[in-house]
């Protein structure tokens, strides 16, 4: 009757060019400068700026990252893997982020990560993965964590585990990651590795709804529809399935679309 669905249809979600020496600092562009000490002063934070905005380039980051700056260095390693000023290249993006990673860098961790679990500019190896995955989870960083949750319950370079699964889940969503708070939610309707619990599975699909992750709109419209954890609500159900349908969420647009025709 129930089937629960994950935030993520795959579970990791989810990078070259000749070197530039600079012999000292005096010797960069002062233009080069300003750009990479505002990069650095903005900590790295990369995945909320917009790439369009970066208009210090490649080789202007290249300059410092060869002398050994972890952070520039996962900067280079991330042009490299999203094409931003220089054509995508995940080979170069690995042996960049393989530099930062080394030094504990954890977005490089974690994007090493990634780029093994898919074989992307690397030969495809899972256990790698998840070793680069693990380590950058326990750093405390709530995206690593959830991602190591997915490993673990997948079985994605390592045994299987659901319990090990849902305590990272849990650390994640106590973090607030929401996509966490859905899988967790999915552990408690199924009474896999923790004992079955209605009630708490819908007030944490609720939260990963309403924070909208679509999965977690279409198993909230379950258990309305069902009266499973909460009051049965024909109506909300429907709202919920209609929101999931308008994120793309495909069981939620084929459940519409079978009930039209």
Same mark, same amino acid.
């Given at each position: 009757?129930?089937?629960?669905?994950?935030?993520?249809?795959?579970?990791?979600?989810?990078?070259?060019?000749?070197?530039?020496?600079?012999?000292?600092?005096?010797?960069?562009?002062?233009?080069?400068?300003?750009?990479?000490?505002?990069?650095?002063?903005?900590?790295?934070?990369?995945?909320?700026?917009?790439?369009?905005?970066?208009?210090?380039?490649?080789?202007?980051?290249?300059?410092?990252?060869? /002398?050994?700056?972890?952070?520039?260095?996962?900067?280079?390693?991330?042009?490299?893997? /999203?094409?931003?000023?220089?054509?995508?290249?995940?080979?170069?993006?690995?042996?960049?982020?393989?530099?930062?990673?080394?030094?504990?860098?954890?977005?490089?961790?974690?994007?090493?990560?990634?780029?093994?679990?898919?074989?992307?500019?690397?030969?495809?190896?899972?256990?790698?993965?998840?070793?680069?995955?693990?380590?950058?989870?326990?750093?405390?960083?709530?995206?690593?964590?959830?991602?190591?949750?997915?490993?673990?319950?997948?079985?994605?370079?390592?045994?299987?585990?659901?319990?090990?699964?849902?305590?990272?889940?849990?650390?994640?969503?106590?973090?607030?990651?929401?996509?966490?708070?859905?899988?967790?939610?999915?552990?408690?309707?199924?009474?896999?590795?923790?004992?079955?619990?209605?009630?708490?599975?819908?007030?944490?699909?609720?939260?990963?709804? /309403?924070?909208?992750?679509?999965?977690?709109?279409?198993?909230?419209?379950?258990?309305?529809?069902?009266?499973?954890?909460?009051?049965?609500?024909?109506?909300?159900?429907?709202?919920?399935?209609?929101?999931?349908?308008? /994120?793309?969420?495909?069981?939620?647009?084929?459940?519409?679309?079978?009930?039209?025709?």
């Amino acid at each position: 009757l129930f089937m629960f669905i994950n935030p993520d249809s795959y579970v990791i979600i989810s990078a070259m060019g000749r070197i530039i020496q600079a012999p000292t600092v005096d010797l960069i562009p002062t233009k080069t400068v300003h750009y990479i000490t505002k990069f650095v002063k903005r900590k790295m934070e990369i995945f909320s700026m917009d790439a369009k905005n970066m208009d210090f380039t490649l080789e202007e980051l290249k300059i410092l990252a060869e /002398n050994g700056q972890k952070d520039l260095e996962y900067a280079v390693g991330y042009y490299y893997e /999203n094409g931003i000023h220089t054509l995508t290249d995940f080979g170069q993006a690995a042996q960049w982020y393989e530099k930062a990673a080394k030094k504990d860098h954890v977005d490089a961790l974690l994007h090493l990560g990634f780029l093994y679990a898919q074989g992307k500019g690397v030969d495809k190896d899972e256990k790698k993965a998840f070793t680069y995955i693990r380590r950058a989870a326990e750093t405390g960083n709530k995206n690593a964590q959830y991602n190591l949750a997915r490993c673990y319950e997948e079985g994605i370079g390592t045994k299987q585990d659901h319990s090990k699964a849902f305590g990272w889940y849990k650390k994640a969503g106590q973090q607030g990651d929401y996509r966490a708070m859905c899988c967790m939610g999915g552990y408690f309707l199924s009474g896999q590795a923790v004992p079955p619990n209605t009630e708490r599975a819908f007030q944490l699909f609720e939260k990963a709804a /309403n924070a909208n992750i679509p999965a977690a709109q279409y198993n909230l419209s379950i258990l309305y529809r069902y009266g499973e954890g909460v009051e049965k609500d024909e109506d909300k159900a429907d709202l919920w399935l209609t929101k999931a349908a308008q /994120n793309g969420f495909k069981l939620a647009k084929d459940a519409l679309h079978g009930e039209q025709e």
